[in-house]
């Protein structure tokens, strides 16, 4: 098909309007009312780009929020992870401007542009798009790829603060279209993930692992192993989760996070500590058995407490490992009861589920509660990523989906439960 027509905004306003895509049914499900609602948000976004940017030759993009499976507060000691993309997404219509301007309209956000000629950090930038945006494309050209000015307008459909990760998200996906449009697609995607954790944390100030990122930049399944900080192992789980007949649903426990910053930072630092007294930097250098072993010695020292989240440490670590082998081998019966086990794990020993200074509020317990009993011997439950006061994770069959979100939405609210499923494209460039 000729490549002028298919980056023309009515030529693909017309395939989508159609509707019968398959490349939508891949990422987002065979639902047709949940097809149609995309169908509608793709062809409203191809409008606004027209009516601010213009009758451009544009390109269409999408990248993936993500979850995480298994590895519950792993990797910040270089342990293994299980992650996957998921059917909630951030796309972008993009053209170039043939400036060294990038301009954006987001839903729901300002409109800001990007002067490329101007690529330094800038802390008065901290924590705003801008930075994320200027940040990639200094790596990028600090790396020899090319950069350029570009119109975009993005709607994202990761809900922020829901932990799937709508900051990755959006990074990978400007890395995405900075690949298409002046790189032919030659990022490849584990780099366009490293390129997203460093604008993070060096122009948006802040610091993360690289687990969101990889998973949002690759798609589908992925194990993460960050032994070798520097340069994890990434590899790709074959496993078709659409077969299985259950959803993924992520629950918004809609807890306070204030004042939670102590705790997210005191957790890793337990872990180190116990680490420490082991003669390691880090927990991943070291073994349950020698954990344990010395364990009745630094009680005093380190407290109980970091013994205990050594020991999930350890445990988790391990559980993910079986957690691949499970799914590789189609044992999705043995990979929900892992799950129920990392859940269990993270509850008593990681202890991340509530805050202890402030036991009156335990919105993450009361979901797990909940969960267990609809899902107890049919499915399988677990706090889902920081914990705390965030979301909790669930495997539904398809029979108990509708009194599943029924009853977690009664305890929350409307709109709390998300169902999803794992998608197998990563961040990507949708042609039609």
């Not at 993309?85 to 954006?104: E, P, T």
């Not at 366009?192 to 990889?214: H, S, T, W």
């Not at 669930?394 to 009853?407: G, K």
Request: proline share 3%.
């Amino acid at each position: 098909m000729d490549t002028n027509k298919m980056s023309n905004i009515k030529y693909i306003y017309s395939i989508i309007k159609e509707g019968n895509i398959p490349l939508f049914r891949e990422l987002y499900g065979r639902n047709s009312e949940l097809l149609h609602q995309q169908a509608v948000r793709y062809t409203k976004t191809l409008s606004r780009f027209k009516e601010v940017f213009g009758d451009k030759e544009i390109s269409v993009f999408s990248a993936p929020g993500r979850t995480e499976i298994g590895g519950n507060h792993t990797d910040h000691n270089h342990g293994r992870v299980l992650a996957g993309a998921v059917n909630l997404d951030n796309i972008a219509i993009a053209a170039k401007n043939n400036s060294n301007i990038i301009r954006i309209e987001s839903s729901g956000y300002q409109s800001f542009e990007v002067d490329l000629n101007h690529l330094a950090p800038n802390e008065n930038e901290f924590l705003t798009p801008d930075a994320l945006v200027r940040g990639i494309n200094a790596r990028l050209k600090e790396l020899g790829y090319g950069i350029g000015g570009f119109d975009a307008v993005i709607d994202g459909c990761v809900p922020k603060g829901s932990g799937l990760s709508s900051s990755a998200s959006f990074e990978v996906l400007i890395g995405v279209i900075i690949s298409h449009l002046f790189n032919e697609g030659k990022l490849d995607p584990i780099l366009n993930a490293r390129v997203g954790q460093y604008a993070e944390n060096i122009f948006f100030g802040k610091p993360c692992g690289l687990m969101d990122q990889v998973a949002c930049s690759v798609g589908g399944l992925v194990s993460i192993d960050f032994a070798d900080i520097a340069n994890p192992i990434v590899k790709k789980v074959d496993f078709d989760f659409e077969s299985t007949g259950f959803s993924l649903v992520i629950t918004d426990s809609r807890g306070d996070h204030t004042n939670l910053n102590n705790e997210y930072a005191v957790l890793p630092k337990e872990m180190k500590d116990v680490a420490t007294h082991l003669g390691c930097g880090v927990l991943r250098e070291t073994t349950l058995e020698k954990v344990m072993d010395i364990a009745p010695s630094i009680r005093q020292k380190v407290g109980d407490r970091a013994i205990l989240r050594a020991i999930h440490f350890e445990c988790e670590n391990d559980r993910v490992v079986d957690e691949v082998m499970a799914l590789e081998k189609n044992d999705f019966k043995k990979f929900l009861q892992l799950v129920i086990d990392s859940g269990h794990s993270s509850y008593m020993y990681n202890q991340n589920v509530y805050v202890s200074s402030n036991i009156k509020e335990q919105a993450v317990s009361l979901g797990l509660a909940y969960s267990e009993v609809v899902l107890k011997g049919t499915g399988a439950w677990r706090v889902h990523g920081g914990g705390f006061a965030g979301t909790i994770q669930a495997f539904v069959p398809e029979d108990l989906l509708e009194r599943y979100i029924t009853t977690l939405n009664h305890l929350f609210g409307a709109g709390s439960c998300h169902p999803l499923f794992i998608r197998q494209k990563g961040a990507v460039k949708l042609d039609f």
